[in-house]
């Protein structure tokens, strides 16, 4: 038997619903659920919270290094200003001192200037002359140490003067050289006299060539000549 097309008897006989509109359909507990669980979504007072043991190492070494932070900044920070405000004290307290004034007599205060000591005259043995002064008597044989210059030659003939030998020190033959000529002369020039000066020059030599002026000459180089 073929079923008609339309709506169902119950369909017509419903209060509710006119004639001929077709049913609504319900919705699912499905469509539902997402309007009904709303609340799990919400953080309330009260409510635990679960959180993984990594994510709480993380957070508190993120905290430690963050305090560690702060702290190395603090310290530099107050030695920097600790630092500042030391050395601004001491220039205070160097710009402030005042002087401490010392009574003392002014006949008390010894000089500071050092007091140069004043060559000893050397005393000459009697019948010794000037040393810039040629002497010589002609005919007798003397006894040349050196040739150098004025100034050489003076230094030359006052250590020997100091030391006991008779020199002179003069310039020679029209030059510019000076000679220091050691006295006394003799007319022999083997004779006792010659002798000993000659002895007397080397002894001196050994000594004139360890000082500045010397330069190591021992003046063992000295000749004798005749003087006409």
């Not at 630092?83 to 205060?109: A, H, K, M, Q």
């Amino acid at each position: 038997m073929n079923r008609k097309k339309g709506p169902a008897l119950y369909e017509l006989l419903s209060p509710n619903k006119p004639l001929g509109q077709p049913r609504i359909k319900r919705s699912t507990s499905k469509e539902q659920a997402p309007d009904m669980n709303l609340d799990h979504n919400v953080l309330t007072p009260g409510r635990s919270i679960r959180v993984s043991i990594g994510t709480i190492g993380v957070i508190l070494a993120v905290s430690i290094a963050l305090i560690a932070i702060s702290f190395t900044m603090g310290f530099q920070r107050g030695s920097s200003i600790a630092r500042e405000d030391y050395g601004n004290r001491f220039i205070e307290e160097v710009t402030l001192t005042p002087l401490t004034e010392v009574d003392t007599p002014l006949y008390s205060i010894k000089p500071t200037v050092p007091v140069l000591k004043q060559p000893s005259a050397v005393s000459l043995p009697a019948g010794w002359g000037p040393i810039l002064r040629d002497p010589r008597v002609r005919n007798t044989n003397y006894f040349t140490l050196i040739q150098t210059s004025k100034d050489g030659a003076v230094q030359l003939a006052s250590f020997c003067r100091a030391k006991g030998l008779e020199t002179y020190a003069f310039s020679g033959d029209n030059t510019r050289l000076y000679r220091v000529v050691a006295f006394p002369g003799s007319v022999d020039r083997n004779d006792t006299v010659a002798k000993d000066v000659r002895s007397t020059i080397y002894a001196i030599g050994a000594e004139w060539a360890t000082t500045k002026e010397g330069r190591g000459s021992d003046l063992k180089d000295a000749y004798q000549s005749l003087y006409k």
